[in-house]
């Protein structure tokens, strides 16, 4: 499985941004799928995730309300509107892909088993 994720670059504060990922392979409408980030100099964090076919849709408490993770299972691709972009959204952004991920461990990085390479968003204040 190969995961490409595009769509990052600078926007100004209050602007919005659109996050792609693409996956090839033997991916399965029912993998859960997530967004994390990676500030630098930080550690990588949840931000929103989806389980298998939607059951349970996550998101981190400090983008609840401004992003909106979504899917289109014909063409294998997950999706991260963000809005209201802060320059603390400053971050490589990565998305996941995990065929085995249980509702309750949708925030951890260890349940999913395939990672995009990352793509970076700047926030300009």
């Known amino acids: 499985v190969q995961l490409q994720a595009s769509g990052g670059g600078l926007v100004q504060t209050g602007g919005s941004l659109r996050l792609s990922c693409v996956a090839s392979?033997?991916?399965?409408?029912?993998?859960?799928v997530a967004w994390f980030r990676q500030a630098p100099g930080m550690d990588r964090n949840f931000v929103a995730a989806?389980?298998?076919?939607?059951?349970?849709?996550a998101y981190s408490d400090s983008v609840k309300g401004r992003f909106t993770i979504s899917r289109d299972n014909a063409r294998n691709t997950v999706y991260l509107q963000m809005n209201s972009l802060r320059p603390e959204d400053t971050a490589v952004y990565y998305c996941?892909?995990?065929?085995?991920?249980?509702?309750?461990?949708?925030?951890?990085?260890?349940?999913?088993?395939?990672w995009g390479q990352g793509t970076l968003v700047t926030v300009s204040s």
């Open positions: 996941a892909f995990g065929p085995s991920v249980i509702s309750s461990n949708l925030a951890s990085q260890g349940a999913y088993a395939y």
């Open positions: 392979g033997r991916t399965r409408s029912t993998d859960s």
């Open positions: 989806i389980h298998r076919n939607g059951g349970r849709i």
